[in-house]
């Protein structure tokens, strides 16, 4: 296929999970914002995450403090800034349409009416929108565009594409997550003082593992299990060994004659993952661990560009 | 004194004329919510499948709707059969012109035509002098605009030989109208239309190079901005080939390749929906990000088909059109089939005096305009728009022609206040290959303002089912 539209494929498939991480993160934080706790937990807890997310500076450069509500509005609804929840589904959208030969017309219809719903729904006032309705209503777009995707696409290239955008996507949101709380996730944290549970239950929330943790578990929440849920159980769907090997199995299926260097890259982080254990984990370090992840995973995703689709430097 | 239009659908008396009476009876029964409501939902589903077209000067990324009237136009059998024979008859002499000016040019020599009348035309490409091509095809789609006098009587408006555009709503307008309507196609024998790109897939591949045994066709497309966008990507999918943009082929040894994620893959046959002027910016406009470097080479060493060739335009252009009856006595010894609209050209002084004379009574286009731009509709003008014309007619009256105001047959159509008669006209496509073949009917598109005769969807125009009855 056309590396241009393997590009299109690829950004489509990224920008709409970025879209539903963020719905999830905000959906989390507004429901936090609902229980009754102290006003500086939130406002922190949005912080470290607006930092994680590379948010904070363009928030900052329109807000003069973290407000819970003007922070789930930007996040959602700005649409001025690029990385807003609109601009994903905008971003998603245009990438479908510069491609829509090669999605099936369910997809395409599926991307379309989304971005048409959701520009409809924006033109409101911000503060006449039902954030909590709004952010659950991607999420619910978001599952629906995932399931056309899978229950309608030949697997063929188009498809693999469009499924390394999704994982590697995937990944670095729950890396970023992880990375926002990494301070509750210490080892130490396990035997002194309590955790804050608002701070689980936003990031177990916003990563779909909150009833999972207590399938798996069936006992008290502690940084380690947590951790070791998110990081490295394969059966998890948006832990980081399951993102790998997804996008791993998704790149062997479209190899060519240049990529096998990105290939054993991907299959190395797969294996690091496969057969890593929590405690070497956190003996060395669960920042400095998610800090090298993420670079990985970026000098994966240049690899990726440069060996099948348009690479972003040419000229 | 303007004349009477003729109606599609009734005649004078006010019954139904015969081919019809069925769809008329049918229609007379519907409630006036059912079709309110059939109106909406086919604007909700266009929206969805975003069937949109961009404007040109308007809002970036702004999509409108081309409106759909559900309101089908009705040809029959026996009209569209005389229709088909003579516009296949069009092209073929068409494409011998085409041929003979890009190589011996006999139809100048023979006195025919005025030399300076072609070989002086912006549209005419000195650089296909002496180029073969497949088959000598040159305008393998052509959309040709038929309208309809108040005689009744099939004219040619225009030929349009160049990117002729609107064949993908000829196709979604029939599914919509199916779907809308089923009942309706069950009680009318109406000729299938949605083979169309299996017939244009196979006309590209039967243009190939020789040699080439199993040809890769692309669509090759200006991008995601383009006002045929839809169209573009409509038809890309529907052939099953890749649509391209320049940025994806390059030339290397004379032959075109494109980029895939599998390394670069040859191309026999390039369907261009881009003007010849952006196609290589090493010989045309040097300014052009959306052609590719080399394509010309490529092309005159036989090693890549271009559909439409380059230089067609020579033959589309208004200047021209008037002497197409000539080349069909001409190249085919026949007398035309349909005719043309009468036209005065403004570089003869005698028509020019004419026309300066009776400017209020005439239509005056330029003659490299497109899209209902650059024209003068006398009787729906004001003095002052006259006025400017007629200055820049004496000014550069080789800019210019002139017709008579038609009185554009008319079909029932929704309009604000219910149904009432609008102005239509029918652009057939034409597909030349190894031979020539029609898809039954084409695009019908419609004035949606009362009165009004630009039909074009940038200026207001809205567009039709058209149906061609088998019985």
Same mark, same amino acid.
């Given at each position: 296929m056309l590396s241009r539209t393997a590009d299109h494929l690829y950004w489509m498939s990224r920008y709409i999970e970025r879209a539903e991480s963020l719905a999830r993160l905000v959906d989390a934080h507004y429901k936090m914002s609902l229980l009754p706790h102290s006003s500086e937990d939130l406002a922190e807890s949005l912080l470290s995450t607006m930092t994680a997310l590379h948010m904070e500076q363009p928030y900052k450069e329109r807000h003069q403090s973290i407000e819970p509500r003007a922070v789930f509005e930007f996040v959602s609804l700005d649409r001025d800034y690029s990385g807003s929840i609109y601009s994903c589904l905008r971003i998603a959208r245009e990438n479908a349409r510069a491609v829509r030969g090669s999605l099936t017309s369910e997809l395409w219809e599926t991307l379309n009416s989304t971005w048409l719903d959701a520009r409809a729904q924006v033109a409101r006032r911000a503060s006449q929108i039902d954030i909590g309705q709004f952010v659950e209503w991607v999420k619910e777009r978001s599952h629906l565009t995932r399931g056309v995707t899978i229950g309608t696409m030949m697997r063929d290239e188009a498809f693999h594409f469009s499924r390394i955008g999704t994982f590697l996507e995937r990944a670095d949101s729950t890396a970023r997550i992880l990375t926002a709380h990494q301070g509750d996730l210490e080892p130490g944290a396990d035997a002194g003082v309590v955790p804050d549970p608002y701070q689980w239950s936003v990031l177990l929330r916003a990563l779909s593992a909150f009833e999972v943790y207590r399938r798996v578990y069936r006992d008290v929440i502690t940084p380690s299990r947590v951790a070791q849920l998110l990081i490295l159980r394969d059966d998890m769907p948006r832990s980081l060994l399951r993102c790998c090997k997804e996008v791993y199995g998704n790149l062997k299926s479209v190899a060519n004659e240049q990529s096998a260097e990105t290939l054993r890259r991907a299959g190395e982080m797969h294996a690091m993952l496969h057969f890593a254990r929590m405690e070497e984990i956190t003996a060395a370090g669960l920042p400095q661990f998610l800090k090298q992840f993420l670079s990985k995973l970026q000098d994966l995703g240049s690899r990726i560009a440069s060996d099948f689709l348009v690479p972003p430097a040419e000229a | 004194m303007p004349k009477t239009p003729y109606d599609e659908m009734y005649l004078r008396e006010g019954a139904g004329r015969a081919h019809y009476l069925r769809y008329a009876q049918w229609l007379d029964g519907q409630p006036a919510d059912r079709l309110a409501q059939k109106r909406a939902e086919a604007d909700a589903l266009f929206h969805r499948v975003g069937i949109t077209f961009a404007v040109y000067g /308007?809002? /970036?990324?702004l999509e409108r709707l081309i409106p759909f009237d559900i309101v089908p136009r009705v040809l029959p059998r026996e009209e569209w059969i005389q229709l088909e024979t003579g516009l296949k008859q069009r092209v073929r002499a068409l494409n011998a012109f085409i041929q003979d000016i890009y190589h011996d040019q006999q139809i100048l020599n023979a006195g025919v035509i005025p030399a300076e009348q072609v070989l002086c035309n912006s549209q005419y490409r000195p650089e296909m002098q002496g180029v073969d091509v497949p088959g000598d095809i040159y305008a393998h789609i052509a959309g040709i605009d038929i309208v309809r006098d108040d005689a009744g009587e099939f004219k040619v408006l225009e030929d349009n030989l160049r990117v002729p555009s609107g064949v993908s709503y000829m196709l979604e307008n029939r599914k919509m109208l199916m779907r809308l309507f089923p009942e309706l196609f069950s009680s009318h024998r109406v000729a299938p239309v949605d083979h169309y790109p299996d017939v244009l897939l196979d006309n590209l591949r039967s243009v190939a190079p020789t040699g080439v045994a199993d040809p890769t066709v692309v669509l090759l497309t200006a991008g995601a901005h383009n006002s045929a966008y839809f169209e573009h990507a409509f038809l890309a999918q529907q052939m099953g080939i890749e649509l391209v943009e320049g940025q994806d082929l390059f030339v290397r040894d004379e032959a075109v390749f494109m980029r895939t994620t599998q390394g670069p893959q040859r191309v026999d046959v390039i369907y261009r929906r881009i003007d010849d002027d952006f196609l290589d910016p090493l010989v045309f406009r040097p300014d052009s990000m959306l052609g590719v470097p080399g394509l010309l080479t490529a092309y005159r060493a036989g090693r890549i088909t271009i559909a439409n060739a380059i230089g067609t335009g020579v033959a589309d252009d208004k200047s021209i059109y008037p002497y197409v009856p000539e080349m069909i006595r001409f190249y085919l010894g026949q007398s035309p089939i349909i005719g043309n609209v009468?036209?005065?050209?403004? @570089? @003869?002084p005698s028509d020019r005096d004419y026309v300066l004379a009776h400017l209020p009574e005439l239509v005056v286009k330029e003659v490299h305009g497109a899209g209902g731009y650059g024209m003068l509709i006398g009787p729906a003008a004001s003095k002052r728009e006259i006025e400017d014309f007629r200055r820049q007619i004496i000014a550069t009256p080789e800019r210019y022609i002139a017709q008579p105001t038609l009185a554009l047959s008319t079909c029932p159509t929704f309009a604000e206040a219910g149904l009432a008669p609008r102005h239509i006209d029918l652009r057939p496509f034409v597909l030349s290959g190894s031979e020539i073949s029609i898809v039954p009917g084409g695009l019908t598109r419609v004035a949606l303002v009362e009165g009004s005769l630009v039909v074009n969807s940038s200026q207001g125009g809205g567009t039709k089912d058209t149906w061609v009855l088998e019985t």
């Open positions: - | /308007e809002d /970036e990324g009468h036209t005065w050209m403004l @570089r @003869r």
